[in-house]
């Protein structure tokens, strides 16, 4: 079963535990690659995604630079990219193969 990893990070129960009620800049549920639009969140240097996936399956997300990594229906890592210099928006593109159920979570951070 796919599970949402903003439903982890929030848990205060939980080895992933980040903060409860935490902003997310993407909380999306999908299947197959896809480019999101984010807006520049004011005074936020990075910004960290968490990827769950079913079937498992790899992936790569790109927002200028890039990480990738494994998936499966309990997100195994996470990783966090700097907040592009320039534009009030920016691309986020989560590549993913098709027929690949995913949700995406991103949070604003501090470096």
């Known amino acids: 079963m796919l ?3 903003l439903d982890e990070i929030t848990n ?3 080895s992933d535990f980040v903060a409860e009620g935490v902003t997310t800049l993407l909380h999306e549920k999908g299947t197959g690659p896809q480019v999101f ?3 520049r969140p004011e005074g936020v240097e990075r910004i960290r995604f968490y990827v769950s996936c079913t079937p498992d ?3 790569t997300l790109t927002m200028g630079l890039f990480f990738a990594g494994p998936c499966a229906p309990r997100f195994l890592n996470n990783g966090g990219i700097p907040v592009p210099s320039e534009g009030s928006q920016f ?3 989560l590549d993913i193969p098709a027929g690949i159920d995913y949700w ?3 949070i604003p951070t501090t470096l």
């Open 91 to 93: 691309e986020v593109d």
């Open 57 to 59: 399956s790899e992936y």
């Open 3 to 5: 599970q949402d990893p």
């Open 12 to 14: 205060p129960d939980s």
């Open 37 to 39: 639009s984010i807006d």
């Open 104 to 106: 995406i979570v991103a």
